[in-house]
T-cell receptor, first 111, second 114 residues
Framework: SQQGEEDPQALSIQEGENATMNCSYKTSINNLQWYRQNSGRGLVHLILIRSNEREKHSGRLRVTLDTSKKSSSLLITASRAADTASYFCATLDTGRRALTFGSGTRLQVQP | DAGVIQSPRHEVTEMGQEVTLRCKPISGHDYLFWYRQTMMRGLELLIYFNNNVPIDDSGMPEDRFSAKMPNASFSTLKIQPSEPRDSAVYFC????????????FGSGTRLTVV
């Protein structure tokens, strides 16, 4: 079963704009992770945020976590055409032992 | 390290045939996971291993599916007999510490059962 639900399902922006994707989940978690998947490829780990953290940065990525609302957001600043991909959130739920992935957001960055 | 290596990349087989998917995890990673990805169901965990021992196979859809990890550098996922609804992309991933760091995924095996 899918824990996280991403919003929106699809997003199209112009190069240079910021892209924001949201993820909601249902249960208590140890951490939440974001992954990128290019068409026909495997998933690539982007960033991990622990349940006791509220915000984390990595390069052009900014992730926030609100455990009271059971939600997270991924912000990609100054997007590039190469950022075109699907983005998935994944949660490590307390009491579970492997990541549960959401349904993903398809991001299209127009050059 | 060459990353997680899966083979074959593509597999087309006839219904009823046996299919074996292979995975070589990253050396030193203690955890190995098999996921299946479809448009309808997204990414589903099938089974995972810790130190070559199967820990949770509750995601394996039915008895037609089996997985083994005979040593730290090799795992197989077998489907026998295969059915058209098994068509999906099967991913293998490995990690050092279950869920407490990121997973490294292989490129996947696209299985088509006709």
């Amino acid at each position: 079963s899918q824990q996280g639900e991403e919003d929106p399902q699809a997003l199209s922006i112009q190069e240079g704009e910021n892209a924001t994707m949201n993820c909601s989940y249902k249960t208590s978690i140890n951490n939440l992770q974001w992954y990128r998947q290019n068409s026909g490829r495997g998933l690539v780990h982007l960033i991990l945020i622990r349940s006791n953290e509220r915000e984390k940065h990595s390069g052009r990525l900014r992730v926030t976590l609100d455990t009271s609302k059971k939600s997270s957001s991924l912000l990609i600043t100054a997007s590039r055409a190469a950022d075109t991909a699907s983005y998935f959130c994944a949660t490590l739920d307390t009491g579970r032992r492997a990541l549960t992935f959401g349904s993903g957001t398809r991001l299209q960055v127009q050059p | 390290d060459a990353g997680v290596i899966q083979s074959p990349r593509h597999e087309v087989t006839e219904m009823g045939q046996e299919v074996t998917l292979r995975c070589k995890p990253i050396s030193g990673h203690d955890y190995l996971f098999w996921y299946r990805q479809t448009m309808m169901r997204g990414l589903e965990l099938l089974i995972y291993f810790n130190n070559n021992v199967p820990i949770d196979d509750s995601g394996m859809p039915e008895d037609r599916f089996s997985a083994k990890m005979p040593n730290a550098s090799f795992s197989t996922l077998k489907i026998q007999p295969s059915e058209p609804r098994d068509s999906a992309v099967y991913f293998c991933a490995s990690s050092m510490i279950r869920g407490f760091d990121g997973y490294t995924f292989g490129s996947g095996t696209r299985l088509t059962v006709v």
